[in-house]
């Protein structure tokens, strides 16, 4: 079946240093991309989300980019924090099914 | 404050138990989720529902059951035939299962089998 993934498991990044998460998703037809975020112990966050008729979207500190002729997506973080230690997940949906969710990617903020 | 509550944080379960998770919202959605999530893996859908009085299984359903009796509750039991049932327990919710939108999620269960 289709699927959604991650290039990278865990990733080290400088504090104050930009970081990039990337994901790649399978599934031609999705037409909705969250990413999340999830501390310790604790549920997923919602970060950013985008629709498949952009190619960008920026929040605060975050900028999520979707290249859907490589069904490529990754998210951002700028001048990260301590505060951005976290597991992030995309997810992706298609029309009425329900989320897909990645199996996610360490990020350390290195002090 | 609209949220989604699960409770208990952590519970611990003697082997051959029926234990029962809480998850509560006051979001006034639709949609609520199940899921497992075991150390330093994704989620696995356990249940879903869409509507009051309906669920559906999701991928790994086996040794767990749920109802939807009503629209801010959908608990779910870890039964004695889940015979691996220590792990990360998260409860989730969207407006509405067919909308472009996200999920917002619990704080989380922790199951430990004692």
């Known amino acids: 079946g289709e699927n959604v993934g991650l290039h990278l498991p865990t990733l080290s990044v400088q504090e104050g240093d930009n970081s990039i998460i990337n994901c790649a998703y399978s599934n031609s037809a999705s037409d909705y991309f969250i990413w999340y975020k999830q501390e310790s112990g604790k549920g997923p966050q919602f970060i950013i989300d985008?629709?498949?008729?952009?190619d960008k979207r920026q929040g605060q500190r975050v900028t999520v980019l979707l290249n859907k002729t490589v069904k490529h997506l990754s998210l951002q973080i700028a001048a990260t924090q301590p505060g951005d230690s976290a597991v992030y997940f995309c997810a992706e949906k298609s029309g009425n099914e329900k989320l897909t969710f990645g199996t996610g990617t360490r990020l350390t903020i290195i002090p | 404050d609209g949220g989604i509550t699960q409770s208990p944080k952590y519970l611990f379960r003697k082997e051959g138990q029926n234990v029962t998770l809480s998850c509560e919202q006051n979001l006034n959605h639709d949609a609520m989720y199940w899921y497992r999530q075991d150390p330093g893996q994704g989620l696995r859908l356990i249940y879903y529902s869409q509507i009051v009085n309906d669920f559906q299984k999701g991928d790994i359903a086996e040794g767990y059951s749920v109802s939807r009796e009503k629209k801010e509750s959908f608990p779910l039991t870890v039964t004695s035939a889940q015979k691996n049932p220590t792990a990360f327990y998260l409860c989730?919710?969207?407006?509405?299962?067919?909308?472009?939108?996200?999920?917002?999620f619990g704080s989380g269960t922790r199951l430990t089998v004692v």
């Open positions: 985008i629709r498949s008729n952009m």
């Open positions: 989730a919710s969207s407006i509405n299962p067919t909308g472009g939108y996200g999920y917002t």
